[in-house]
T-cell receptor
Framework: EAQVTQNPRYLITVTGKKLTVTCSQN?????MSWYRQDPGLGLRQIYY???????DKGDVPEGYKVSRKEKRNFPLILESPSPNQTSLYFC?????????????FGPGTRLTVL | GNSVTQMEGPVTLSEEAFLTINCTYT??????LFWYVQYPGEGLQLLLK???ADDKGSNKGFEATYRKETTSFHLEKGSVQVSDSAVYFC?????????????WGAGTKLIIKP
C-alpha cells in the first residue's frame, strides 16, 4: 500500500530534550516536506527536500533540522524543543510540485513540549 | 507574491444543505489549484484539483471550477452529509524563477448537523 508513515503519532516531552520524528514514504517520491498545523494558522511549511541531500527552509524553520540521506526517509529533528513547538506535525511527499501533482500526507504527529 | 485566501470557519450547515466554501488566490504565473480535506484525526488527502483555467475538478459530489477571471476556486456540494464534516484546505502550486511553490490557505472547518 502506498503510504507516508510517521512515528511517533503522539509524543509528550520536556523542554530541551532532543527528539526526532521519523517520516518514511514507499512511493519513490523525490519531494518531501514537513508542516506544522496550529489552530487558526493553517499549514505552515517547516522544511522541504527536492531530492536526496537537497533540503531547504520553508516558512518556519527556526528550531528544527532535517536530513535527507535516503530518498524514502525525511526525519524532523528538534535539538532543543520549546513549548512554542507544541503542535501537530505532518510529513508529506510527492513526485514533484509541478503541474498539479498530488501531495500525500502522513497521519500526523501530535507533539506536546512541557 | 502568491497567496490563497479562504473563507473563515467554522461553517455550520444542516444535512442536505448546499455548501460553498470560497477560495481566492493571487499568483504570478498559471497555477494548479487544489482542495484537500482533513477528516478528524487524520492527515490531509486530495479531494479534487484543476490545472488550467475553466477546468472543473470533482470528487465525492464536490466540485470546484478554476476561474481565472475572478481568481477563484470555490468548493461546492449540492447536498452535504454528516460524514463531510472536516477541515477543507485550498492550495495552489505555481512555478517560481527556480522551482515550484506550494501555497496553502488557512483551512475552513465544516460542521454538518443531522
Amino acid at each position: 500500500e502506498a503510504q507516508v508513515t510517521q512515528n511517533p503519532r503522539y509524543l509528550i516531552t520536556v523542554t530541551g530534550k532532543k527528539l526526532t520524528v521519523t517520516c518514511s514514504q514507499n512511493m519513490n517520491h523525490e519531494y518531501m516536506s514537513w508542516y506544522r498545523q496550529d489552530p487558526g494558522l493553517g499549514l505552515r511549511q517547516i522544511y522541504y527536500s527536492m531530492n536526496v541531500e537537497v533540503t531547504d527552509k520553508g516558512d518556519v524553520p527556526e528550531g528544527y533540522k532535517v536530513s535527507r540521506k535516503e530518498k524514502r526517509n525525511f526525519p524532523l529533528i528538534l535539538e532543543s524543543p520549546s513549548p512554542n513547538q507544541t503542535s501537530l506535525y505532518f510529513c508529506a511527499s510527492s513526485l514533484s510540485l509541478a503541474g498539479g501533482i498530488e501531495q500525500f500526507f502522513g497521519p500526523g504527529t501530535r507533539l506536546t513540549v512541557l | 507574491g502568491n497567496s490563497v485566501t479562504q473563507m473563515e470557519g467554522p461553517v455550520t450547515l444542516s444535512e442536505e444543505a448546499f455548501l460553498t466554501i470560497n477560495c481566492t488566490y493571487t499568483a504570478t504565473g498559471y497555477p494548479s489549484l487544489f482542495w484537500y480535506v482533513q477528516y478528524p484525526g487524520e492527515g490531509l488527502q486530495l479531494l479534487l484539483k484543476a490545472t488550467k483555467a475553466d477546468d472543473k475538478g470533482s470528487n465525492k459530489g464536490f466540485e470546484a471550477t478554476y476561474r481565472k477571471e475572478t481568481t477563484s476556486f470555490h468548493l461546492e456540494k449540492g447536498s452535504v452529509q454528516v460524514s463531510d464534516s472536516a477541515v477543507y484546505f485550498c492550495a495552489l502550486s505555481d512555478r517560481t524563477d527556480s522551482n515550484y511553490q506550494l501555497i496553502w490557505g488557512a483551512g475552513t472547518k465544516l460542521i454538518i448537523k443531522p
